[in-house]
């Protein structure tokens, strides 16, 4: 299995990155690999109390963006390409779970009586990011639309030999899904991690 390895860069303990990211991927580990294994790898890097939550984070919790580069860059050392398996379940399940403030929820209700469901994605992911820094721009297609998010909160400072942003490709599906009851297919086509300035998502509706 080819490892994707994974390692801080220059960014400092000023940047942000959300609670619920390194939450719902512990959550993920427990439920793959188990309690022990996790509290192992954890112990490892200081995170402990990640454990010990017993409420989902909501949105505006944020952590050091440093933190949660640790836990990413452990998990791809350790399980190189099946850290996807983590992340990937983690962005679905929060996407799911996560409560949403009263104002976005009725932001989304709202206009997606009147403006297409990938204009209200819009409008919701720059809701979202603004809390940590990132920036969205968007460009509508048929059956879709790419969208480049600038300051990726799940993978800036990282460097891996592929797109690595798991659980935001599963976030943005299971968001759709959970909001407007629709499937796409989502595939991360350019990352930071690569170097590249911006994270570039395909959102494409399901055949």
């Known amino acids: 299995m080819e490892e994707a390895c994974g390692h801080p860069g220059k960014e400092t303990s000023q940047d942000l990155t959300y609670k619920i990211i390194p939450y719902f991927i512990v959550k993920a580990m427990v439920d793959i690999i188990g309690q022990n294994a996790t509290k192992v790898i954890l112990r490892k890097i200081d995170m402990l109390n990640l454990l010990e939550l017993r409420e989902t984070p ?8 440093e933190n949660s580069l640790r836990l990413m860059e452990t998990n791809m050392k350790i399980f190189g390409e099946s850290y996807a398996v983590f992340s990937r379940r983690a962005g679905y399940n929060a996407a799911r ?22 204009r209200s994605m819009k409008n919701l992911s720059e809701k979202l990011l603004a809390p940590v820094g990132s920036r969205v721009e968007q460009n509508l ?24 942003c798991y659980f935001l490709s599963s976030f943005i599906g299971g968001i759709i899904k959970r909001f407007f009851n629709i499937e796409v297919d989502v595939d991360e086509v350019r990352c930071m991690a690569l170097g590249e300035e911006f994270c570039e998502f395909r959102v494409i509706l399901k055949r």
């Open 141 to 164: 297609l048929d059956d879709g639309y790419v969208i480049k998010i600038y300051k990726c909160p799940e993978c800036r400072g990282l460097k891996t030999n592929k797109p690595c």
């Open 58 to 65: 909501s949105l505006d919790e944020t952590i050091p963006l």
């Open 97 to 118: 779970d996560i409560k949403l403030p009263n104002t976005i929820i009725d932001t989304i209700e709202n206009s997606s009586k009147f403006v297409d469901w990938r």
